[in-house]
């Protein structure tokens, strides 16, 4: 196996022998096998798409498919063997459409590929297009590392790009323009001859389609349930048992809602789900209790104390220890697999059953408190913009000096303590912007407020970045500024896994500059593409809390 997509990549580098997430070679090998498929159907598929007969189910495949390949979604071989037939089977029938149109396909090893049963899994031997070829669907098949870096690059931000795709599909809203940006993506990475300046032009229109995903998810989210408004979040437990739903799909917590009211249980957000404690519609259910621990990783240790049932809806599932107690009450569902726990399906009329997960929790004890008290999230675009006029005053009078942006994902490396440090030293007169999991290293922390401003301001899940451009935008316009990169904002982003690769290349395309990135740098950066990424975006690593505060605060 190979796989550098994420920041805990092995030594810096790449996992080989197994995921330091846990993935293991033949699970590892399958995605890339699955990858391959669906790099075959958005070829067929942007080519029927410029005859206009471009097959929907096909692009819902696709997005699935780079979804569950995402950090910390799948490690269930079964459910990835599912997703290989599934895609086997939709490509010939896009290679049969095309046929019947008399559209003549190219001869391209992605579009002929075929893999039988057997080999599922296994890098041996695979059938390519009548060769054997040891790892065509490799990511080391690209051997120069500049080429394979960037088309690896492109392969992220569309995972991330796919899942917010999927979210906003789950609440009825699709864009084919979304779904044309990555099947083009991932058509232009199977052409041989691709030029690293034609590869950095495709990373952005990646980035490109990520602000569309992000404004799609948005408008999916705020227009089903409302806005999200300032609210306090009980970090604390009642008397009753517990259901805790982790992930970023707000359509399966409604029907998880829905469906246990009345029931005796009580419903905890957990990690990227804490954002949804904000929106109007979930705040009008009474047993929608709190939020229960803190960043994805913490799981392993702060599942054993909640006592009752966990509901995943998307990434970061971390695989259980194995003398962990809570396995068998871990239900999955969407994208989400694990050996050892549940799926729930979507019923052939698109619901999903929730009623065993609510009568096993019943049947529970109720959560051990491990924290207690509140913290305040809800700054999203609606809600910041409320207070613009208040900002821009404080920005005018300079009791707002600088806006630090500190969006993204937590993860276990001991340096992210930085961010820890980072929040607790900066100037008493900046405000952090956040939004994903990133926010759990300070959102707890007590940095008050300037003048009723909160220090931190919580915008959401990683996906709700985009409403800090949009913040952005609107205090460009009022200060009359030309570029948002003459705001006072600086941008010092936490990365882990693609949907953060999604978040930087939104901003990349936006021409967001100065951005910096940590707590180290993508494996997949070779020297040449950060010396590219420098000279055009100025993107650069963190150094020492006290450097980066003395070069991003008080020398910007
Ligand atoms: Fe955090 Fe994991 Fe949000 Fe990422 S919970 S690292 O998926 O997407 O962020
Ligand atoms: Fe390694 Fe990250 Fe890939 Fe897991 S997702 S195998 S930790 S690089």
Redesign the pocket.
């Known amino acids: 196996m190979f796989c550098y997509q994420c920041q805990e990549t092995a030594k810096g580098k790449g996992c080989e022998i197994q995921g330091v997430c846990g993935k293991k070679p033949e699970t590892s090998t399958r995605m890339d096998q699955l990858l391959y498929i669906i790099r075959g159907m958005a070829i067929v598929n942007r080519i029927l798409r410029e005859k206009g007969v471009a097959d929907c189910n096909a692009s819902h495949f696709i997005i699935d498919a780079l979804f569950t390949t995402i950090t ?1 979604a799948n490690f269930d071989n079964a459910m990835l063997d599912g997703f290989i037939d599934k895609g086997l089977e939709m490509k010939n029938e896009l290679i049969g459409t095309a046929k019947k149109r008399g559209i003549t396909l190219p001869y391209m090893p992605e579009v002929s590929y075929h893999i039988t049963k057997e080999n599922y899994g296994r890098l041996e031997v695979v059938e390519a297009g009548g060769a054997l070829d040891e790892e065509i669907f490799s990511v080391l098949h690209d051997k120069k590392e500049d080429i394979r870096g960037l088309k690896q690059l492109a392969i992220y931000g569309c995972k991330g790009m796919a899942a917010y795709a999927r979210h906003a599909l789950n609440l009825g809203y699709e864009q084919e323009d979304i779904y044309a940006v990555i099947e083009n993506a991932l058509a232009e990475i199977s052409r041989p001859d691709m030029s690293v300046d034609e590869l950095f032009s495709l990373v952005l229109a990646v980035g490109d389609g990520g602000v569309k995903a992000m404004a799609l998810l948005d408008k999916a989210n705020t227009s089903t349930y409302g806005n999200p408004e300032i609210t306090k979040v009980n970090i604390g437990v009642g008397k009753r048992p517990g259901i805790l739903i982790s992930g ?1 799909d707000l359509k399966d917590l409604e029907e998880l809602l829905i469906q246990s009211d009345g029931k005796g249980v009580d419903i905890y957000t957990h ?2 789900m804490l954002p949804a404690q904000s929106y109007p519609f979930f705040k009008k259910f009474p047993h929608f209790a709190g939020n229960y621990g803190n ?2 990783w913490k799981q392993i240790d702060e599942f054993e104390t909640f006592n009752g049932m966990f509901l995943f809806t998307s ?2 599932i971390v695989p259980p220890r194995p003398k962990t107690t809570y396995t068998d009450r871990v239900y999955t569902t969407g994208v989400v697999g694990m050996p050892g726990t549940h799926h729930i399906p979507e019923g052939s009329d698109g619901r999903k059953d929730f009623s065993e997960i609510i009568e096993r929790a019943q049947k529970c004890q109720p959560p051990t408190e491990i924290e207690h008290g509140e913290i305040v999230a809800g700054f999203a675009h609606n809600q910041v913009l409320a207070l613009a006029p208040r900002v821009i005053e404080l920005v005018k009078s300079g009791k707002i000096r600088k806006f630090v942006v500190m969006a993204g ?2 993860g276990r490396f001991p340096s992210r303590s930085y961010y820890t440090e980072f929040a607790e030293k900066l100037p008493k007169d900046c405000v952090i912007l956040t939004a ?2 990133a926010k759990y290293r300070y959102n707890k922390l007590p940095l008050g407020e300037i003048e009723g401003v909160p220090r931190v301001l919580d915008a959401g ?2 996906n709700d970045s985009y409403s800090l451009v949009v913040i952005a935008m609107a205090l460009k316009d009022a200060l009359g500024l030309k570029s948002v990169n003459d705001l006072p904002i600086v941008y010092n982003i936490a990365w ?2 693609q ?2 690769v999604i978040v930087l290349l939104a901003l990349l395309s936006l021409g967001v500059r100065n951005i910096h990135t940590g707590p180290t740098l993508p494996a997949y950066f070779t020297p040449d593409i950060l010396k590219v990424l420098r000279e055009k975006f100025n993107i650069g690593t963190i150094s020492t809390v006290d450097d980066d505060i003395a070069n991003l605060i008080d020398t910007w």
């Open positions: 910390n970023h990690s990227e960043a994805w990434n970061c994902c937590d994903g999991c899940q990683c882990y896994e949907k953060a």
